[in-house]
């Protein structure tokens, strides 16, 4: 059975810096697409980041570029998301998502329903 398991959140100035990690397991981790998204409260799952299975691809949500860097150890399973100059409108429980591609396509897929494994969240509060 495939497991994510969120960790790094926290509450936190306006300009600091959070990394939230998803540790995966049960799963062949290199062939996964992933991505990191995120819901406020009243909204939907929104993408925040994501990463081909290759590594090669990534994608961005505009509020966030140039603030946010998505990244993959592949050796210790582990999907990251380091998030700098940390804003008020960042605070959401961030969410890990994942699907297995079996080495196909290299995309990065940005809608929930790409996605059919879930992490539990992590809470991001950043106050002003």
């Known amino acids: 059975q495939v497991h994510l398991v969120e960790s790094g959140g926290g509450l936190v100035q306006a300009g600091a810096s959070l990394r939230l990690s998803c540790a995966a397991s049960?799963?062949?981790?290199?062939?996964?697409?992933m991505a990191w998204f995120r819901q406020a409260p009243g909204q939907g799952h929104n993408i925040v980041a994501g990463?081909?299975?290759?590594?090669?691809?990534?994608y961005y949500k505009d509020s966030v570029k140039g603030r946010f860097t998505i990244s993959r150890d592949n050796a210790k399973n582990t999907l990251y998301l380091q998030m700098n100059t940390l804003k008020p409108e960042d605070t959401a429980v961030y969410y890990c998502?994942?699907?297995?591609?079996?080495?196909?396509?290299?995309?990065?897929?940005?809608?929930?329903?790409?996605?059919?494994?879930w992490g539990q969240g992590t809470q991001v509060t950043v106050s002003s």
């Open positions: 990463i081909s299975w290759s590594n090669s691809v990534t």
């Open positions: 049960g799963t062949t981790f290199s062939s996964l697409a």
């Open positions: 998502a994942a699907f297995d591609t079996g080495y196909g396509a290299n995309y990065v897929y940005v809608r929930p329903s790409d996605y059919d494994i």
